[in-house]
């Protein structure tokens, strides 16, 4: 097995990623409106600026950029998925749901605003992005636009995001083995980060061949994502989280490390990403540098 060191991918992504970053957290203060009633806008600001990694909306960026596809719609398609994101972590950390009481280092919107502010601001967070996908002056092709919104619908849904954590719900208390397991979070977060890369790739033209790789790496992103995940819930404070940590472990929540132990959910999360480099070296994309960098990212990030 080849193993791929950080330093390799590193040149120049720090200050990319802070670019991007900053051109997401712009665009997002733009299109979340404020002035939604009876401060409905206010929660939805609430629930998405100022906080987060942005990694969904990074993949997107950088997978357009990898392989020269429309900028502008890619934006879009960047803010979109943030947006199905964090109206997903406001639910999940309802109290009929996680019951969480923090969220990227603040209160959760349910504790700042009330559960039905709350409930309703994932909804509208929900519908925004579809509707950024589907602007009204043209500046997004109709083909692609309806490519857009399939591949997101797909993810966040039963199929996807949703049908992850209503099999996260039911297994609480229950132990699954490491199949059961891996296709839990191939729903509930893998989903999600495949289908960024993948809305990055329908902003351009590509192979059918370099479509199968870059869908393959970003399942095992979304992956080693969620082992990762698992590792610091129990090695980091919740300070560095953002979040409460060790939360899984006291709901009593199958996780990797519970199944496999520390050190071999470890070992595990460098094969899965591994495996991530690997599909990216056989895509035929070019310029794959910055694709490589947040695979690099994801298995070395802190919180």
Known sequence: MTVVVASEHAAGFAGWRETQQTLVEHALSRWVPSEAPAGLGDAMRYAVLDGGKRLRPLLVLATCE??????????????????????????DDMPCMDNDVLRRGKPTVHVQFGEAQALLAGDALQA????????????????????????????????????GQAIDLASVGHSLDQPALEAMHRHKTGALLQ?????????????????????????????????????????????????????????????????????????????????????????????????????????????
């Open 128 to 163: 925004l992005a579809f509707e950024l996908l589907v602007p009204d002056d043209g500046s997004v092709p109709p083909a692609m636009a309806a490519r857009l919104c399939r591949l997101l619908a797909l993810a966040a849904g039963a199929g996807g995001m949703a049908g």
């Open 195 to 303: 289908a960024s890369v993948m809305m990055g790739l329908a902003t351009a033209q590509v192979l059918p061949s370099t479509e199968s790789r870059l869908a393959e790496y970003g399942a095992c992103l979304g992956l080693a994502f969620q082992v990762v995940d698992d590792i610091l819930d129990v090695t980091a404070d919740s300070a560095t989280l953002g979040k409460t940590a060790g939360k899984d472990a006291a709901a009593d929540k199958p996780t990797f490390v519970s199944l496999m132990g520390l050190a071999a959910a470890q070992a595990y999360a460098d094969r899965v990403l591994e495996r991530a480099h690997e599909a990216l070296r056989h895509s035929g994309v070019h310029q794959p540098g910055t694709l490589h960098a947040l695979a690099d990212w994801v298995g070395r990030r802190a919180s």
């Open 66 to 91: 990898a392989l020269g596809g429309l900028s502008d719609v890619a934006l879009r398609a960047a803010c979109s998925v943030e947006l199905i994101h964090a109206y997903s972590l406001v639910h």
